[in-house]
Structures are given as C-alpha cells and as structure tokens.
C-alpha cells in the first residue's frame, strides 16, 4: 500500500505568490500582527515540482494532497463540505455550536493558536463563546497563505471589537517551534476539520510530539477526529451521488498539467475510494484506465502508467477515542473532555498538558 507524505499539507487557500514572500517580514497594527516564518528556499523547490517528480517516479505513485487545491480545488471541496453524504464538516459545526462555551468556560482567557486556519468559519463560534462571556483572546491563526491569513483577520477584526490577531504564515512545524509569546495565562492549540486524519501513524506521532513540545504545563491542546463507523456511511462520504468528490480527486491531474505543461487527460483515469477497515482509514486514488504515457514538459518529466495502475493522493484515518486517548497520554497530553455529537461520528478532544512527572 502507497505511504502518503508525511508533511501535513497546506491549507485550500496556498498560492505561489505566498510562497514567494520573503521569510520573516512583519505587518504591524493596533489590533493585527502578520509574521512571514515561510522557508522561501524550501518553497522554491516544491514550486520547482521536485515534490512531483519524487511522486511519481517511486514504485507506488503518489502525490502530495496540496495538489488538490489550485482554484477550482478549492471550489470543489467547499462544495463538498456542502454535500448530504459528507457529515464531517456540519458535524464539527455543530458540536463547537453546542459546546463552545464549555470549551471557553474551561479554557479560559488564552492565546488560541489555529493549525491551518484558512477563513476561521468554524472557529468564529469559539470566537462568540469568548465574546458573550467577556473573556479576553488573542488569535494566533497558521496558515501558509499570507493572502488568506490577512482577508479573514481584516474581517474578524470587524466582526469582533476585542479580539488581537498575531497570524503566522507559516508551517505547522514552523509555528510550534517558535510560537509567539504571550500574556494570557493559557495556550490553546487547536487542530480541527479532521485533518488529523490525513497524517499516517509516524506521522501522527511526530506531530503530537511537537504539540507537546509547543506547550507548557497546564496549556490545551483541542483536536478534531472522525470516528470510526460502519464502511457504507464512510464510503458514500467520499463517493457522492453527484460525483463532487471524484472531480475533486480528478483534479488534482488537471492542477499538474496547468502547472507543469502536463498532458494528462482526465477521461483516462477515475476515481476510487473506499474504506480500508483493517487500517481504520479511507484510501482515495487515481486509477489509470489504460496503459498510457504522461508528459509533464516543465518538469522535463515522462512517466509511464499501466492499465490499472493506482496513484495514491490521500489518506483519513478514523479514529476511536479510547484507543487516541491513550496515544495522546504517551506525550503528556491528558484527554480531559471529549465533545461528540448524538450519533458519535464526530469527536472534539481537550486535552491539557500535563508535565513529564505527573502519575
């Protein structure tokens, strides 16, 4: 079975021209702090497509899932956030409606710090919870685009008279390494939209060492996960009557060859979905429909694929809370609720760093 990436991917909104800004310039306001932390050298080469190349020309073809979102990508997910048979995102929306002021009311005054913010349409109802009860919040939002980053700050600061923004364009391995310092008397990170479930067990791993790493003792750390449930309810999420999610996965051939003069021609290949239940995870590829030969000019790149021939694009792993619990303890971070909706398809964990010692 292919390995996806490691890295965890960019968010929908990422463009070239961000990736080209230069590495450490601030933006300064009464209310609002951009930090540029992007790494301009290692951009350079995944706009150079060496990500691609390295993709494709290993014995199981497999590319990077920030491929999915050139424009017309990021249209399509957004429509299939809408879809009747995707509950995940409706779902989360509905469990921070129900229980943000308990996440607040735990919590406290802090700095939230957002993994992969992108417009904070979920996260504004944490934003309310705050707001109604007087609780002073400073936003740390991460994502790799600087645009995205200053159009939702510009408008939160609108819509929330008392609420600082110090956004970081960056990684996530960038952010919590160095993160911002702060006043308030906790750090929240939270890392919701399930995207937990795109990171293989390594991985996983690696990056709850870093949140570990990122807090102090008494911090929190709020994750979002969907649950493990019967495969029909999973494999209808990501294979739509309406066929959103295959065009979606499909276009992620259409990005290659608008981006590097490619020659693939989508009519040839399909997309497959399914739940791999031993794994606990749905794999999404894109089928070769015949033996053909693809050509990306820009990349100096020719690549053969066979009838049949599957190219991996992503992973999402369903998770069970009993088992996340444990995992997530081994690094010192304590379950101390769990927020679900009534049909438990959809988890929020708070958890609290705890220090190395504790029983």
């Known amino acids: 079975m292919p390995v996806p990436f490691p890295s965890l991917h960019p ?27 992007m790494d301009s050298a290692n951009h350079a080469a995944a ?26 990508g990021s249209e399509l997910f957004e429509q299939i956030t809408e879809l009747p048979e995707y509950y995940l995102t409706r779902t989360e929306r509905q469990i921070l409606a129900t229980d943000a002021g308990a996440i ?23 934003f309310n919870a705050y707001q109604q009860r007087g609780l002073p919040l400073r936003y740390v939002p991460v994502d790799v685009s600087g645009t995205m980053l200053e159009t939702s700050a510009q408008a939160l600061l609108t819509e929330y008279d008392q609420l600082t923004v110090h956004g970081l364009v960056s990684t996530y ?9 702060t006043d308030y008397p906790r750090r929240l990170i939270a890392f919701i939209g399930s995207t937990l479930g795109n990171l293989a067990p390594a991985p996983e791993q690696r990056f709850f060492q870093q949140v570990s790493q990122a807090l102090a003792s008494g911090d929190y750390f709020l994750l979002g996960v969907d649950l493990h449930k019967d495969t029909a309810t999973l494999e209808a999420a990501y294979n739509d009557q309406q066929g959103i999610s295959a065009a979606f996965n499909l276009n992620m051939l259409k990005h290659l060859n608008w981006r590097f003069d490619g020659n693939f021609d989508l009519t040839q290949f399909r997309h497959v979905a399914f739940y791999n239940e031993g794994d606990r995870q749905v794999e999404m590829y894109i089928e070769s429909l015949t033996a053909q030969t693809i050509t990306l000019q820009a990349l100096n790149l020719t690549v053969e694929f066979a009838q049949g021939e599957r190219l991996f694009s992503e992973i999402s792993r369903k998770f069970d809370t009993e088992v996340l619990t444990q995992e997530l303890l081994a690094f010192d971070l304590a379950v101390r609720h769990i927020f679900t909706d009534d049909q438990r398809q959809f988890a929020l964990l708070l958890c609290q760093k705890q220090s190395s010692d504790a029983p």
């Open 11 to 37: 968010t929908p909104a990422h463009t070239d021209a961000d990736a080209a800004a230069s590495a450490d310039s601030v933006i300064q306001g009464d209310r609002l702090t951009l930090e540029n932390r």
């Open 47 to 72: 706009a150079a497509g060496q990500d691609v190349i390295t993709g494709l020309t290993q014995p199981h073809k497999a590319l990077p899932p920030k491929y999915f979102y050139d424009a017309h």
């Open 104 to 126: 607040a009311d735990i919590v406290g005054p802090c700095d939230l710090i957002e993994l992969g913010s992108g417009s904070a349409s979920k996260t504004r109802l944490l």
């Open 173 to 181: 391995d960038q952010a919590l390494q160095n993160l911002p310092p």
